[in-house]
Protein backbone atom coordinates (compact mmCIF):
# COMPACT_ATOMS: atom_id res chain seq x y z
CA UNK A 1 0.00 0.00 0.00
CA UNK A 2 1.01 3.62 -1.09
CA UNK A 3 2.84 5.40 2.01
CA UNK A 4 1.68 8.80 0.35
CA UNK A 5 -1.87 10.30 1.01
CA UNK A 6 -3.73 12.18 -1.06
CA UNK A 7 -3.53 15.87 -0.42
CA UNK A 8 -7.63 16.32 -0.34
CA UNK A 9 -8.09 13.21 2.66
CA UNK A 10 -5.59 15.12 4.78
CA UNK A 11 -6.89 19.12 4.53
CA UNK A 12 -10.42 18.55 3.32
CA UNK A 13 -10.34 22.47 4.20
CA UNK A 14 -8.49 22.97 1.62
CA UNK A 15 -10.99 22.15 -0.55
CA UNK A 16 -12.73 25.76 0.76
CA UNK A 17 -10.43 27.41 -2.10
CA UNK A 18 -12.93 26.14 -4.92
CA UNK A 19 -15.90 28.41 -3.29
CA UNK A 20 -16.62 31.56 -5.53
CA UNK A 21 -14.80 34.21 -4.51
CA UNK A 22 -12.53 32.66 -1.79
CA UNK A 23 -8.66 32.94 -2.13
CA UNK A 24 -6.77 30.17 -1.41
CA UNK A 25 -2.98 30.29 0.08
CA UNK A 26 -0.07 28.95 -1.25
CA UNK A 27 -0.44 25.05 0.24
CA UNK A 28 1.53 24.10 3.05
CA UNK A 29 3.54 21.48 1.90
CA UNK A 30 4.08 17.97 4.11
CA UNK A 31 6.63 15.32 3.46
CA UNK A 32 3.81 12.68 3.25
CA UNK A 33 1.82 14.47 0.68
CA UNK A 34 1.45 13.50 -3.02
CA UNK A 35 3.90 15.89 -4.83
CA UNK A 36 1.66 15.73 -7.87
CA UNK A 37 -1.52 16.16 -6.09
CA UNK A 38 0.31 19.61 -4.65
CA UNK A 39 1.35 20.70 -7.80
CA UNK A 40 -2.75 20.60 -8.94
CA UNK A 41 -3.28 22.88 -5.83
CA UNK A 42 -0.71 25.45 -6.14
CA UNK A 43 -1.85 25.25 -10.38
CA UNK A 44 -5.63 26.31 -8.67
CA UNK A 45 -3.73 29.51 -7.08
CA UNK A 46 -1.80 30.18 -10.60
CA UNK A 47 -5.22 30.31 -12.20
CA UNK A 48 -6.82 32.74 -9.36
CA UNK A 49 -3.46 34.62 -9.79
CA UNK A 50 -4.43 35.23 -14.24
CA UNK A 51 -8.02 35.95 -12.65
CA UNK A 52 -6.33 38.97 -10.91
CA UNK A 53 -3.55 39.82 -13.87
CA UNK A 54 -6.91 40.48 -15.72
CA UNK A 55 -8.89 42.47 -12.81
CA UNK A 56 -5.78 44.56 -12.54
CA UNK A 57 -5.82 45.35 -16.42
CA UNK A 58 -9.21 46.40 -16.34
CA UNK A 59 -9.11 48.23 -13.15
CA UNK A 60 -10.28 52.35 -13.18
CA UNK A 61 -9.11 51.94 -9.23
CA UNK A 62 -6.54 51.36 -7.63
CA UNK A 63 -6.45 47.86 -6.51
CA UNK A 64 -2.85 47.97 -4.37
CA UNK A 65 -3.96 44.14 -3.12
CA UNK A 66 -4.01 42.99 -5.87
CA UNK A 67 -0.57 43.80 -7.06
CA UNK A 68 0.92 43.08 -3.87
CA UNK A 69 -0.27 39.69 -4.17
CA UNK A 70 0.71 39.19 -7.52
CA UNK A 71 4.57 40.25 -6.42
CA UNK A 72 4.26 38.12 -3.62
CA UNK A 73 3.47 35.28 -6.30
CA UNK A 74 5.67 35.61 -9.43
CA UNK A 75 8.89 36.83 -6.70
CA UNK A 76 8.41 34.36 -4.14
CA UNK A 77 5.90 31.54 -5.20
CA UNK A 78 6.31 30.64 -8.88
CA UNK A 79 9.88 30.49 -9.03
CA UNK A 80 9.69 27.55 -6.73
CA UNK A 81 7.16 25.88 -8.61
CA UNK A 82 8.92 26.29 -11.19
CA UNK A 83 12.27 24.64 -9.90
CA UNK A 84 9.25 21.99 -9.02
CA UNK A 85 8.80 21.08 -12.41
CA UNK A 86 12.10 21.59 -13.83
CA UNK A 87 14.60 20.54 -11.52
CA UNK A 88 11.85 17.98 -9.74
CA UNK A 89 9.15 16.55 -12.17
CA UNK A 90 10.63 16.48 -15.70
CA UNK A 91 13.55 14.57 -14.85
CA UNK A 92 11.80 12.14 -13.19
CA UNK A 93 9.26 11.54 -15.87
CA UNK A 94 11.58 12.04 -18.13
CA UNK A 95 13.42 8.93 -16.92
CA UNK A 96 9.70 7.10 -16.43
CA UNK A 97 8.16 7.64 -19.63
CA UNK A 98 7.51 5.02 -22.50
CA UNK A 99 8.27 6.25 -26.41
CA UNK A 100 4.37 6.00 -26.90
CA UNK A 101 4.00 8.94 -24.07
CA UNK A 102 5.24 11.59 -26.61
CA UNK A 103 6.42 13.78 -23.27
CA UNK A 104 9.88 15.09 -24.68
CA UNK A 105 7.83 17.69 -27.17
CA UNK A 106 5.29 18.76 -23.76
CA UNK A 107 8.37 19.16 -21.61
CA UNK A 108 10.17 21.22 -24.27
CA UNK A 109 7.14 23.48 -25.12
CA UNK A 110 6.63 23.79 -21.06
CA UNK A 111 10.04 24.74 -20.36
CA UNK A 112 10.28 27.43 -22.94
CA UNK A 113 7.25 28.56 -21.82
CA UNK A 114 8.47 28.72 -18.39
CA UNK A 115 11.90 30.90 -19.70
CA UNK A 116 9.33 33.33 -21.73
CA UNK A 117 7.31 34.14 -18.60
CA UNK A 118 9.73 34.31 -16.14
CA UNK A 119 11.33 37.16 -18.47
CA UNK A 120 8.08 38.52 -19.00
CA UNK A 121 6.97 38.72 -15.53
CA UNK A 122 10.72 40.11 -14.51
CA UNK A 123 9.26 43.00 -17.03
CA UNK A 124 6.44 43.38 -15.49
CA UNK A 125 7.55 43.48 -11.44
CA UNK A 126 8.33 47.44 -11.38
CA UNK A 127 4.77 48.18 -12.85
CA UNK A 128 3.47 46.10 -10.26
CA UNK A 129 5.79 48.32 -7.43
CA UNK A 130 3.66 51.48 -8.92
CA UNK A 131 0.45 49.49 -8.91
CA UNK A 132 1.16 48.22 -5.13
CA UNK A 133 1.64 52.09 -3.92
CA UNK A 134 -1.93 52.67 -5.41
CA UNK A 135 -1.23 53.85 -9.07
CA UNK A 136 -3.11 52.51 -12.09
CA UNK A 137 -1.58 50.34 -15.09
CA UNK A 138 -0.22 52.19 -17.83
CA UNK A 139 -2.32 50.86 -21.09
CA UNK A 140 1.17 49.01 -22.08
CA UNK A 141 0.76 47.14 -18.64
CA UNK A 142 -2.80 46.09 -18.76
CA UNK A 143 -1.78 44.90 -22.50
CA UNK A 144 1.25 42.39 -20.26
CA UNK A 145 -1.10 41.49 -17.98
CA UNK A 146 -3.86 40.22 -20.28
CA UNK A 147 -0.93 38.31 -22.32
CA UNK A 148 0.69 36.63 -19.48
CA UNK A 149 -2.60 36.12 -18.24
CA UNK A 150 -4.05 34.10 -21.50
CA UNK A 151 -0.58 32.47 -22.07
CA UNK A 152 -0.18 30.82 -18.38
CA UNK A 153 -3.52 29.73 -18.58
CA UNK A 154 -2.61 28.01 -21.63
CA UNK A 155 0.35 26.62 -19.79
CA UNK A 156 -1.77 25.52 -16.79
CA UNK A 157 -4.26 23.47 -19.37
CA UNK A 158 -1.17 21.90 -20.77
CA UNK A 159 -0.06 20.70 -17.32
CA UNK A 160 -2.96 19.65 -15.95
CA UNK A 161 -4.29 18.06 -18.74
CA UNK A 162 -1.15 16.54 -20.20
CA UNK A 163 1.71 16.40 -17.53
CA UNK A 164 0.19 15.49 -14.03
CA UNK A 165 -1.91 12.62 -15.55
CA UNK A 166 0.95 11.74 -16.54
CA UNK A 167 2.92 11.78 -13.37
CA UNK A 168 0.27 10.14 -11.77
CA UNK A 169 0.25 7.11 -14.24
CA UNK A 170 4.38 6.78 -14.47
CA UNK A 171 5.93 7.96 -11.21
CA UNK A 172 6.55 5.51 -8.72
CA UNK A 173 5.92 6.05 -5.04
CA UNK A 174 9.56 6.29 -4.60
CA UNK A 175 10.07 8.91 -7.53
CA UNK A 176 7.08 10.96 -5.43
CA UNK A 177 8.74 11.28 -2.20
CA UNK A 178 11.72 11.98 -3.23
CA UNK A 179 9.98 14.58 -5.22
CA UNK A 180 7.89 15.84 -2.31
CA UNK A 181 11.20 15.69 -0.43
CA UNK A 182 12.77 18.15 -2.04
CA UNK A 183 9.81 20.44 -2.94
CA UNK A 184 9.61 20.84 1.03
CA UNK A 185 13.68 21.46 0.98
CA UNK A 186 13.19 24.09 -1.30
CA UNK A 187 10.07 26.12 0.88
CA UNK A 188 12.36 25.90 3.78
CA UNK A 189 14.73 27.57 2.39
CA UNK A 190 14.82 31.58 1.59
CA UNK A 191 13.49 32.08 -1.56
CA UNK A 192 16.34 32.59 -4.61
CA UNK A 193 15.46 35.78 -6.00
CA UNK A 194 17.26 39.20 -8.04
CA UNK A 195 17.36 42.42 -6.61
CA UNK A 196 14.38 43.71 -7.95
CA UNK A 197 12.06 41.10 -6.37
CA UNK A 198 13.96 41.40 -3.24
CA UNK A 199 13.41 45.25 -3.63
CA UNK A 200 9.73 44.73 -4.29
CA UNK A 201 9.02 42.16 -1.61
CA UNK A 202 10.95 44.65 1.12
CA UNK A 203 8.84 47.35 0.20
CA UNK A 204 5.20 45.96 0.46
CA UNK A 205 6.36 43.24 3.37
CA UNK A 206 4.42 45.54 6.02
CA UNK A 207 1.20 45.11 4.69
CA UNK A 208 -0.32 41.48 5.40
CA UNK A 209 -0.07 39.48 2.55
CA UNK A 210 -2.74 37.23 0.43
CA UNK A 211 -5.95 38.60 2.42
CA UNK A 212 -9.26 37.87 1.33
CA UNK A 213 -10.44 41.30 -0.59
FE1 LIG B 1 3.03 24.26 -13.19
FE1 LIG C 1 4.98 25.01 -15.60
Known amino acids: MSEIEPKHTRHPGRQSGTIRGARAAPPQLSARECPIEAMYEEHFIQRQLCADMELL ?18 CRDLPRHLEDEE ?12 PEDELEKTLTRLAREHEIAAAAYALLVPALVRMADGNLPAP ?31 LSDADKVALMAEMCARRARPPRMDA ?5 LARIAPTPLGEPQ
Open 57 to 74: AATTLSRPELARRLLVNL
Open 87 to 98: HGLFPRLRARAL
Open 140 to 170: EECDALRRLASSERRHLIVENAILLPLARLR
Open 196 to 200: ACARA
